[in-house]
């Protein structure tokens, strides 16, 4: 918190981008430190299932809260204020949440007190970076320039040292292996790499979408998203509560049933489309979905692993939701540009971005589909309490 407010500060205040740029690098740091251990507190201190599955419920309604609040805040602050308030703001707010965490989170460690795998750090990031450093060049320079190749290759050559470093070379690795041998564990986190895709098609997409192609101003399109916040955060808990009735598997079909009809519905906007049928329904139905999934994927991705090892697994499945959203996004932007360049010349400015993000929620609507075949591999047993039998 301290690092992520501190460099809140740094990022309002910026003269320059490449102090901005930096900033950011240093609040996704503080962002990465926090998410697992959030999650380690949840399931160290949570130990009963059916009990985690509702705290898990309530973390995720939590973090849609904070995207509403942040979607509506955002706006009007840019609107009234300026884009360097957005960053600001977050000083305060962090001074407060500092003060609380000192107050009521436990002082205790979970699991053993180890050295940091800086080799495995470097060349998991770096393989990452040039991966999607590569694809992100797709769009304007061509699947086969060298601009892309090279980093494309490079990372992928990087991934693949980062793998075999963490299985047969590194005493103490940062992703143990062993964890994956957990069913529900791997299954899980593959299916959170495919969610973050669809993540980002939800709420980025239809951001600029709302803006580009309708005419949106910011504060109008928080207001056009908070709907879908709100019914993810009833969704989340109302799965928090069935999960223990259901299991895993009934609620992420449910919720993957939802993506493929709310994208589907969605790549049928256009620009001519009005906002009640062509977005804020979809939108509804997405919401839902991945009200049903997240909380259900991040429970399952976390149950049945040793309380010494609670940190790392909340860190694996935060990073693979993370790092599928990532991906997602140069993905899908450079499929939205090669898309939106294909129609430039016979359309409107709004026409040609509409059927670019049209490609990106017909993808989306795949990925769902992707995500409820991969949970047929989900362990069959009702709750997450037999998972491990």
Known sequence: MVLSSASSLVS????????????????????????????A?????????????????????AGGIGGMAGALAGGAITTGLSWRWVFLINVPIGAAL?????????GMRTGRRESLDLIGAVTASAG??????????????????????GPAVAGLILLVTFTVMQARFTAQPMMPLRLF?????????????????????????????????LGYSALR????????????????????????????RTLVLAGCACFLAGFGWLAQADADSGYI????????????????????LMAAATADVPEGDAGIIGGLANTASQVGGSVGLAVLATAASARTAMEAGGSSPAAALAAGYDVVFLVAAGLGLAIALVSVLLSQQRRLTDDAD
């Open 12 to 39: 309002g205040l910026a003269t320059a981008p490449e102090i901005l740029v930096a900033a950011r690098i240093a609040q996704g740091m503080g962002a990465a430190m926090m998410a697992p251990a959030t999650l």
């Open 41 to 61: 507190v949840i399931n160290t201190h949570f130990t009963e299932p059916n009990v985690r599955a509702k705290a898990f419920g309530a973390w995720s309604a």
């Open 98 to 106: 500092i003060t609380m965490a000192v107050m009521a989170l436990p």
């Open 128 to 149: 990452l970076a040039a991966l999607i450093y590569g694809v992100m060049h797709s769009a304007d320079q061509g699947w086969t320039s060298v601009q892309v190749v």
């Open 181 to 213: 041998r957990i069913r529900n564990v791997a299954v899980s986190n593959v299916m959170l790499l495919l969610f973050g895709g669809i993540a980002i098609a939800m709420w980025y997409f239809t951001s600029l979408f709302l803006q580009n192609v």
């Open 221 to 248: 399109t928080g207001l056009g998203q908070t709907p879908a916040a709100v019914t993810f955060m009833v969704i989340a808990r109302l799965a928090a509560a069935l999960l223990p009735r259901t299991g895993v």
């Open 277 to 296: 049928t062509g977005v804020l329904g979809p939108t509804l139905l997405i919401a839902a979905g991945i009200g049903l999934t997240f909380p259900t």
